[in-house]
């Protein structure tokens, strides 16, 4: 009678319980870019993220869409070409947080250094032995041909040698630099391009569910029985483990796996002073030892400087830019600006943990940043595990991803997200500036600045938010730096908003420039580093 009982119990339990065809684990930009494929291949989907998605290193890059110039030098061709494919498709969905932008990469011979660690620098330094390491300007000539050859069909414009005397680039730098390289990548917003998809993903019928923590995940009968904090139950057919960082955590821990794969985890830091310069193209800067550190226009205003590439131990959450990394990036561009910066310009930093795969490299800089898929099952139950990656190649690797997880599921949809705009980046052929002048024209009582970053953050989105305002005090309390109370009404109704810190430095980065949304706060106050 008691065991007839404890069936029947268990088969309500059944009933009740949530069921899904996929939980996604990891709310970064892996996590919500799966979520997004498998949710438009009509499968059903939950994503749990811990935290607010896109608040680790999702959030902390250094804001490019880029094939990896320096990838060359490892003979990465497979990944630059697929970066660089990638970044073609990635700027034409999403033109409202993302555009082209161009770099000057400045020679002398002096002061440009090669990579000590990477095989290109071995072979100059033996057969050239009088080189000690540096890249000469042909060298990176030729890099750089290849890099344009490589984004073949390229809608942006290839290299070119500038005469830094007769261009405004070469104004903010060292008298030393005579001439510079000039190319193209790309710029985009990460902390918004994770909450695009994951918006794109539960307007397909995703559930996005962010600060929930997988506490438990157990096979049974080829199925996963999940629990979330709080007791809730859900059944899956398949797991996603997109932890990032976490990655070998959550098999260790919520899965229960012994022995996980080994990752390696590097610390990236970051900078930000005030304006360097007042143009808008961006420096590629070489360092004595083989780093690259970029220089960045950014939210108008400023500057971003990075990154590091430091071994990281402990926990991801925790990283944050040490002096000794604010200290290395100033020396870094103080060894080709003309204006000397000091610790006292340094006005925000932040720093993010990236999962690379433990590929034996002999230093961060020289470690893969390819991806491993890796599809297994837990007693016949199926787990895929996500391990590495790079924000340029996010939609790719969604979707090898989902084609893995259809065939385990045996679902035949095809991939469908390449080209597929993320919200608010249907500009149908407009450019932003078009899109600013129709945006102006529809909410005449709107600044110039303010109606840029209503585009740039939103774009067509940008009318769904202001509605029928016809007048600044239409859109409530004003927190400063052109924030207003239905912008912030608007985050947390339609994007998972609920703190400060999500609003003022991931959704937008409005409190650099100084809005706050208590009275008691600072308005210079930093974020807790990513």
Not at 13 to 35: K, R, S, W
Not at 190 to 214: C, E, F, Q, S, Y
Not at 358 to 378: F, G, W
């Amino acid at each position: 009678m008691s065991i007839r009982l404890e069936f029947r119990a268990c088969a309500l339990l059944t009933d009740v319980m949530e069921q899904v065809d996929v939980l996604i684990i990891g709310g970064g930009v892996n996590g919500v870019g799966i979520a997004r494929d498998l949710a438009g291949r009509d499968l059903s989907v939950m994503l749990c993220e811990k935290n607010d998605l896109g608040g680790a290193t999702s959030s902390s890059s250094t804001k490019l869409f880029h094939g990896g110039l320096r990838y060359l030098e490892f003979f990465e061709f497979k990944l630059v070409r697929e970066s660089l494919l990638e970044r073609e498709h990635l700027l034409a969905a999403m033109p409202h947080i993302s555009w082209p932008m161009r770099f000057v990469l400045p020679v002398d011979e002096a002061m440009v250094y090669g990579n000590h660690t990477s095989p290109v620098s071995r072979l100059l330094r033996w057969t050239l032995p009088w080189l000690r390491g540096r890249r000469p300007a042909w060298v990176l000539q030729l890099g750089l041909r290849i890099y344009d050859a490589l984004a073949s069909n390229s809608t942006l414009p290839n290299t070119r040698r500038i005469n830094l005397a007769a261009f405004k680039e070469g104004t903010a730098l060292k008298s030393d630099f005579s001439t510079a390289l000039e190319y193209s990548d790309g710029w985009v917003d990460d902390a918004r391009l994770v909450v695009l998809n994951a918006r794109d993903a539960a307007a397909r019928g995703a559930d996005i569910l962010p600060r929930t923590k997988v506490v438990s995940a157990t096979p049974d009968a080829g199925r996963w029985q999940v629990t979330l904090d709080g007791g809730r139950a859900v059944q899956a057919r398949l797991l996603v483990n997109a932890g990032g960082p976490w990655v070998s955590e959550i098999l260790a821990g919520a899965l229960r796996q012994n022995n996980p794969p080994k990752m390696r985890l590097v610390r990236g830091s970051h900078i930000v002073t005030r304006a360097l310069y007042d143009h808008d193209k961006a420096y590629f800067l070489q360092q004595p030892d083989g780093r690259i550190i970029f220089v960045i226009p950014y939210e108008d205003e400023f500057t971003l400087i990075g990154t590091t590439e430091e071994p990281h131990h402990g926990d991801p959450k925790a990283a944050h830019c040490s002096p000794e990394e604010r200290d290395y990036l100033l020396s870094a561009v103080n060894r080709y600006f003309a204006a000397e910066l000091v610790p006292e310009d340094v006005v925000w930093t932040y720093s993010g943990v990236r999962p690379l795969v433990d590929d034996n490299a002999d230093s961060a800089t020289a470690s893969s940043r390819d991806y491993d898929l890796q599809l297994i099952e837990v007693q016949n139950a199926p787990v895929l595990n996500v391990f590495g990656g790079k924000i340029t190649t996010h939609r790719h690797l969604a979707e090898e991803a989902s084609n893995l997880v259809c065939g385990a599921l045996g679902n035949q949809l095809p991939a469908w997200t390449r080209g597929v705009p993320l919200p608010g980046g249907d500009f149908n052929g407009r450019s932003p500036d078009q899109m600013f002048a129709e945006l102006q024209s529809t909410y005449p009582f709107m600044s110039d600045g303010f109606a840029r970053r209503l585009i740039r953050t939103y774009g067509t989105e940008a009318w769904a938010l202001l509605d029928d305002a016809s007048s600044l005090e239409d859109l409530g309390a004003d927190y400063g730096a052109n924030l207003y109370q239905r912008e912030v009404d608007w985050l947390r109704a339609n994007e998972w908003a609920q703190t400060d810190e999500d609003i003022l430095w991931r959704r937008t980065k409005l409190g650099l420039h100084g809005a706050r949304l208590t009275p008691e706060e600072s308005a210079n106050k930093r974020p807790r580093s990513a």
